[in-house]
């Protein structure tokens, strides 16, 4: 029936959206890269690529967070261009893909208010695709009661943050209790909502959010150790579409160390390849620290700069979920292209600026840790 | 060969030449090769990352300048009053070859940083300034609006109070109290307020996340600015309000400042003093006027510097693109660091060595050194380029036919034949002296302003125009033409000569016919047959039958042109195994159509013993049921046996042309092989012993240094000179049938020309021709301008725009085989 019907409404932005695909770097392109000496080099070889000129006006010297920024503006204009060509169910969908930056912009605020930080800047740092006309109110907010009914009442996450809402007052563990829950329970809804358009969108879908789940259940997990998260609350956070879903979920939430993740994991075979070599070196080095400085690293969208073996198993979490996205594309007819065209060109800005970084850092021996897309 | 006059019948020939250039020199003589604009230069370098080629350092300087020229362009065109841009060709050239071109570069770079620097220091201050007037102007608003407010809120407390004091038993002497305490201190408001200024858009955003935070607790007032804000970086507008809030308790007014500011909303101290407000008042606009005054220095300034920026961009834009393009071919050559020398490879037309010769020696001259580079030509066994030679006449004809495909290296162009058929095809669908005329004046217009039109800007779709103006020039006259030859001058006929019929006098109602008097109509159609009932009968079976043969003859001159392909290429075998039986096939089907439509135009069939015959019926029995004829619809008598022989003929040509040249080949690889000779690859050849090296060298005739890896050797299999010659029979035998029928598209366009025109003519002027008096004047002035607007648009603009898609289908699938002949196949 998809094939049938899709291209009515969604062909021309299937087809869009595939060009864009190929226009993603190659393991070429990538390599070519890795081989400039300074930014400028690095600039003349995006040049060539499907970045363009997007960094032609630029004075010179180019910072890698502008390189970033403007990066980020095309991928912002791209889906931005899709998004108002889009009809329903598509347009839904790509609704449902901005809820999760507005999760991350809103936590971003919450956070940054409660250490301090500036609100102007705090606004400048936050993901272009997930802003939405109240936000910058979230700063007044003092508690998680007043933040649900000054602001998000009125957004689209608020059915998310009914289940979430207790009076607590808002610090970084309650914090990261909320992120948790809103990204639950917006896990859930998008995958339901998948589920609702069927044929080959929901089964694709099924499988991207079930590892983003997962995923999320380990990181919780793993984030937790060490800290005054009960166990009972830690549970209440796994998402449960995941594959872990039941039985993983419940052995992760009995999990006191990292060899019980890793025995949490072992039922399935793809997630067992995570914990091979990086689990041992994590079991034995610094498990609850980590945790910590990790969810920080989270919280700033800074994910390249923890080193060890959290980074390690992220990076090996984000090596699969490229691989996964990359597996959309072979279906036609499902609106999944979208989601993973998304994520692989913002992995691909990632890689592209941990690149431009080491370049700028001179750190040239780190310069292959990037993730190729294609 | 290189003295004869450049032909469009062959491509020019080509030379692959080698330039030794001296570093000292290469920039100016790549400077002098580019504008000469003859040679074609190979990439030595292909290897080589874009990043760590030689002049990649003079790339990027000359891309940041590129940058600040582009940056200054966008500056000026921002400027809401135009600046005068010197165009390129009134400004001063500056020279960027010769002994002083480093300097001259450097000079520019340094000119440019400058500017540059200049003007970002005067945008900030100027763009800091309007910042600051903008502050002001929206605290001169808030003032204004609150005090406003304010006054009203006082009018209405005043009176409330005095009412409430009227007939209060207080003392009186308290009363006066009180209203001394009102008089000095005007109003005490109990309530706090904030106010300020915010963006339209987000009012009502703002207003409702306040009404939560305070639950209702507030009351909020906006009025509108009406003028709105201009961003003097991006120039965008954006409309503001001024609101004031009131509320009670510092935490609630700390919430609204909060939100306020997160929101982008400016916040200005006012007093709730009338006459502080007053002096505030007072004193922003004090300030406000001083600080349009600097405003408007800083403005001037930056429009001088705009002024001098203008009188030169041109010349730098000109001279930034051409080091750019100088550099990029730089990177092309391949630099011998042991004798300082860059090695540039490329062709050229072999008619041009002496010219570039002479523009290197130029170039040495100008740069003031004595090393001059060298030029050679060297043998090589690959394909060269075809390179047309066009002027401005054939250059739209040219690039029409590029457009569909480009003839291998010397063979024959068919853009030659184009400028004849393919304005001549178009005029057989545009066929109207009217219509012909007025583009042909057009076109003869914009030839005659060509230099001045050459300069201008025109735009995409008159630029189109413009470009093809010779073409449109040929087809006006071709029209004009065959306008002639079907008597059609904007749906009207030209009673030029005598008519060949006659009409009896009108009685009545009745259907006339007429009778021939004897007379020939010496060109074109009978005027006679306008306006007559069978008339498009008539010019229905003329056109069709006219656009066969014309379609038949076109294809058969296609075919002939792979001759002297052949012959040049020395491929006698071709001759006999594609050109001779695909020329039998075309005509003894297509070609025999043809006779009989010219055989049944002579024969008088009023007088003949049969019925006309359909000749299409005829065309399909003779394929389907051959060696039966009707005899009511015989042509002519043994007709069936012709036929039969005919399409014996077209019979044998398929397997012909299917097997006789792949057999030949195979003839011919066997006798090679009998000798005992193996085929060695290309690369295995030891190209030459190294004496040949070194005298070479001596003697000037260096080695390509890339030598023909890249050039794909076709494997010469058997087995795909079958498959391509499968492929070319099959193209062939479906194209004469499919090509026959596309050419009847000539008679359709031109009938729908012809019938457009004349519901024209018959909906507009038709009409008003006869209306008498005043008002028949009036109207066919007003419905003549509108005839001629829509005969212009529709007729010539609209045609012309979609018609010569139409024609062009048909050049060049029978203009194919000269080109897609199969490609010369050797056998080692």
Redesign the interface.
Known sequence: MEALLFNVSGGFLEGIVRGYKAGLLTQNQYNNLTQCETIEDFRTQLSATDYGNFLANEPLPISTSTISDKATQLLVDQFNYLRSNAVEPLSKFLEYMTYAYMIDNVILIITGTLHGRNTSELLQRCHPLGIFDTMPALCVATNVEELYHTVLVETPLAPYFRDAVSAADLDDLNIEIIRNTLYKAYLEDFDAFCQSLGGPTADVMHRILAFEADRRAINITINSFGTQLSKEQRAKLFPTIGRLFPEGNNTLARADEIDQVRQACEAVSEYRAFFDSGGRSHANGNGGANGNSESTANLLGDLDSELGAAADLEDRFFVHEVHLNKLAFLQQFQHAVFYSYIKLKEQEIRSVTWIAECIAQNARDRIHDFIPTF | MGDDYPTLFRSEQMSLVQLIVPTEVAHDTIAELGELGNVQFKDLNPDV???QRSY?GEI?RV??MA?RV??FASQLEKEKEPIPVRPLYDSAPLVTVGPRAAQTIDELDVKLAEHESRLTQMNESYQLLSERLRELVEARHVLRETAQFFDQAAVRETGEVRASLDDSSAPLLQHDDREQQYSSGELQFDLEFVAGTIDRA?LS?FE??LW??LRGNLYMNYIDIQEPFVDPATGAETRKNVFIIFAHGDILLG?IR??A????ATIYPIDVNADKRADSMREVTGRLEDLQIVLYNTGANRRTELMTIGENIASWEDVVGKEKLIYETLNLLNYDARRKTLVAEGWCPTRDIPQIQLALRHATEESGTNVPPILHELRTNRTPPTFHRTNKFTEGFQTIMDAYGVATYEEVNPGLFAVITFPFLFAVMFGDIGHGFIIFISAALMILFERKLAKADLGEIFGTFFFGRYIILLMGVFSIYTGFLYNDIFSKSLHLFHSGWEFPEAHGNDTLVGFANGHTYPFGIDPAWHGAENGLLFTNSYKMKMSIVLGVIHMTFAVCLQVPNHIRFRRFSDIWTNFIPQMVFLQSIFGYLVVCIIYKWTVDWSQASTQPPSLLNMLIGMVLSPGSVDPDSQLYPGQATVQVILLLMAGVCVPWLLISKPYLQYQEMKKIQGQGYIGLGADDVPRHTDDTTLEGEEEGNGQAIVEANDEEHEQHDFSEVVVHQVIHTIEFCLGCVSHTASYLRLWALSLAHAQLSEVLWDMTLANVLGMPGVVGIIALAFVGVMWLVLTISILCVMELEGEPVVPVVEPVPTADPPHAGPPDIEVE
């Open positions: 990352n874009p990043f990649v990027r891309d940041e940058r582009r940056f987000r955003t409702r996340v939560r935070v919430k909060k939100v500011e997160s929101m982008g």
